[in-house]
């Protein structure tokens, strides 16, 4: 079994990377911290499970994925999408980085999940176990999504030149 002090240093490493997934799924700070603080102890409660210590990245992200899921689901019920609040950007963020936000809202959920994973440097089979899809599907997700946010920057681009 894993020491809670290894634990506790592998979950520090994941954090950064967990909160962009939940937030990818959730869409506002506070889910996201309780979907995380609910995947910590649900991984800690089963960290006995776990076969393999070199695939704790995977495993853990999974499980967050799951609750941030589950989260939704009840968040869904409870609030009309209509009536959640649109969170405000962090001050100091850029235009750039307010049009890439944007753009990435615009691309399917898998798509925006498989693409950042990617960005934090998991590799291919990593993505297809917290995703739960086979490699090429993961292949072709990323693929889709730097081709469409290509295209809607783009637009967004010319657009603003238009103008």
């Given at each position: 079994m894993i020491s809670t002090d290894a634990f506790a240093q592998e979950i520090r490493a994941l954090t950064d990377t967990a909160f962009a997934v939940s937030y990818l799924i959730l869409g506002n700070r506070a889910d996201c911290e309780d979907a995380m603080s609910e995947a910590i102890l649900r991984a800690?409660?089963?960290?006995?499970k776990l076969?393999?210590?070199?695939?704790f990245r995977a495993w853990f992200l999974r499980i967050l994925r799951n609750e941030a899921y589950?989260?939704?689901?009840?968040?869904r019920r409870l609030t009309p999408v209509e009536e959640?609040?649109?969170e405000a950007a962090p001050e100091g963020d850029s235009a750039c980085r307010?049009?890439?936000?944007?753009?990435?809202?615009?691309?399917?959920?898998n798509q925006r999940i498989s693409l950042l994973l990617q960005q934090e440097g998991y590799d291919l089979g990593e993505i297809a176990e917290i995703t739960d899809a086979p490699v090429g599907t993961?292949?072709?997700?990323?693929?889709r999504a730097k081709k469409a946010l290509r295209a809607i920057l783009e637009e967004e681009y010319n657009g603003k030149q238009a103008i």
């Open positions: 800690y409660e089963g960290r006995d076969k393999r210590w070199d695939s589950t989260l939704l689901r009840k968040r959640l609040p649109e307010l049009d890439l936000r944007s753009a990435l809202r615009q691309l399917p959920e993961v292949k072709s997700r990323i693929s």
